[in-house]
């Protein structure tokens, strides 16, 4: 079974792979193609369970590895929650996470320009922010019942 990946999705994990001297191998462009497929933040537990339905010998040191050259290549973030595993975003545009301590899942949160301009006005002066890594975390609308 092979993971079918958008033109415009293939033509950016070859350019930014070729941009570093590395080739869209099979297996980094199953571990890319199963991130953008179902983009609820998953571990690399869960990327690995996913991919071997695709790839059935791959090992999960291949899948770190691809990850690795991932984020390094700028195509997925990292997303650190407290101590829980690392999770991988494909969502470059600036935005926040939120968290859901009931079921575990992570959300994107949209950051307007407005909101971003606010967010970095937080910052002392003559300082200036390179990236924007914020999260929430709390219960979601279907934990948020009232007993």
């Known amino acids: 079974m092979k993971t079918s990946l958008?033109?415009?999705?293939?033509?950016?994990l070859k350019h930014a792979l070729k941009s570093r001297n590395l080739r869209p191998t099979r297996q980094r462009t199953c571990v890319y193609g199963i991130i953008l497929e179902k983009r609820d933040h998953p571990t690399?537990?869960?990327?690995?369970v996913r991919v071997r339905e695709k790839l059935p010998s791959i090992s999960l040191a291949t899948i770190y590895n691809c990850l690795d050259t991932l984020v390094e290549c700028?195509?997925?973030k990292?997303?650190?929650?407290?101590?829980?595993?690392?999770?991988?975003?494909?969502?470059?545009?600036?935005?926040?996470?939120?968290?859901?301590?009931?079921?575990?899942?992570?959300?994107?949160?949209?950051l307007d320009d407005e909101r971003l301009s606010a967010i970095e006005q937080f910052l002392p002066d003559g300082f200036?922010?390179?990236?924007?890594?914020?999260?929430?975390l709390g219960r979601g609308p279907e934990t948020n019942t009232v007993s």
């Open 44 to 48: 690399a537990d869960d990327i690995h």
């Open 128 to 136: 200036t922010a390179d990236a924007i890594e914020l999260s929430f």
């Open 78 to 110: 990292q997303v650190h929650l407290d101590r829980a595993p690392t999770r991988f975003c494909p969502n470059r545009t600036p935005h926040a996470h939120f968290h859901c301590r009931e079921t575990g899942q992570v959300y994107d949160v949209s």
């Open 6 to 12: 958008p033109e415009t999705e293939r033509n950016r």
């Open 74 to 76: 700028e195509l997925v």
